[in-house]
């Protein structure tokens, strides 16, 4: 099988020629209000929310590094200027409201990589000139390629790198939660049911996947503690599972990662152990009765097939929920699960909005196929998480 090995840096892709050229020279900058005024009337994304909380209390505290040729971190925030409308024309709030931009808008977001097969692949730049604004989460970034059918990106023109009494402002530095060694967590995920939630491909319906299992556990009297292990930072999906019933939900944005895509695997690996750990754990609801995580994107991308072979998933995850786009994607994925040595308990996703797809599944496979809002129905998601009706221990794949 072959797998788009995404584990090296992501450094030096030629930029992607864009439709509308970066045009930040040609763009009028006003005269500047003090920093504070600044900050305070900046729109915040989603994936800032923490250090926009931090700003909002004490604006005074931060200051800007304007020099040019600054190489970013994953996770660094900048005040930056929209330059060119583009595919976002929002940007996701702290409180995932979607802002309207405009040209000449300041924001604050922070930079990270994105591997988006429906959207961009975009890498962290090497300085602080003009960039992408890659996701509506709020990713700065550097658009290498994108899908055919959508838009070029916005186009921002950082002004500066975000900067504090310890240096540049990063993510992690404002997270609740810190990333821990994988072979450091307590365990607590050993001793609670884990389920994983994977998938063919991006929009292939993991993430309705897991709000419905969460739903129809709820409805069963379980308690349901959820996460999102990989991927671009965006509200929806956590909110979503909060709607469903979830009683505690945290994605990597929670351990201060704007993007999990471009860090070394290692790190990717920590996130997930860290993640499955505290959602393991008691909060002030309780402990929970099951955990569910999903991981982002497909099994053909790098990151997620080796997530799945890892000492640190194996350890820790009961079951695997897979998600799939179509019947012959189903087929496919079930296969390469296998190859990876994981046995899905259920096969669900888009593929189910079909009752023809549905049904050509069913015929290919020897895996129960779900639709996806059966997983609503108690006995159905019980069954998918492996959980007898009534309260037991840790389940068996």
Known sequence: MSILDTSPHTRGYAPRPVAAPLRAADVAAPVPDPLVRRLLRAKKAYSTRFVAAAVEANPAAFDLITDPMRAPRPG?????????????????????????????????????????????????????????????????????????????????????????????????????????????????????????????????????????????????????????????????????????????????????????????????????????????????RGAPDVVLIEIADGLYQGDTRRLLTDEAFRTVVDRVVFAAGDALGASGGVGALRELGCEPSVVSGVLTSSPLATAEARAALDVRVVPTFDLCLPSVALSAAGLAPGRDGHAVA
């Open 76 to 284: 660094d925030v900048v005040l930056a200027r929209v330059v060119t409308i583009g595919q976002h024309r929002r940007l996701e709030s702290p409180a995932s409201r979607r802002q309207t931009l405009f040209e000449g808008d300041e924001i604050v977001v922070s930079y990270g990589s994105r591997y988006a097969a429906d959207q961009f692949h975009a890498v962290i730049p090497q300085d602080l000139g003009p960039c992408h604004l890659a996701a509506a989460g709020g990713l700065a970034s550097r658009v290498v390629d994108q899908h055919a059918a959508i838009k070029d990106a916005t186009v921002i023109e950082p002004i500066g790198l975000l900067s504090d009494a310890n240096g540049v402002v990063n993510l992690s530095a404002f997270a609740p939660h810190p990333v821990r060694p994988a072979s450091s967590v307590s365990g607590a995920a050993q001793r609670v049911p884990v389920v994983a939630v994977v998938g063919t491909s991006m929009n292939s319906g993991k993430s309705t996947t897991l709000a419905c299992l969460a739903r129809g556990l709820a409805a069963a009297g379980r308690t349901v503690h959820a996460g999102k292990a990989t991927g671009t930072g965006a509200g929806n999906d956590a909110h979503h599972y909060t709607d469903a019933g979830a009683d505690h939900v945290i994605d990597f944005t929670d351990f201060g990662l704007p993007s999990t895509f471009g860090l070394a695997f290692e790190d990717v690996r920590d996130v997930f152990a860290t993640m499955a750990d505290v959602l393991a754990s008691p909060t002030g």
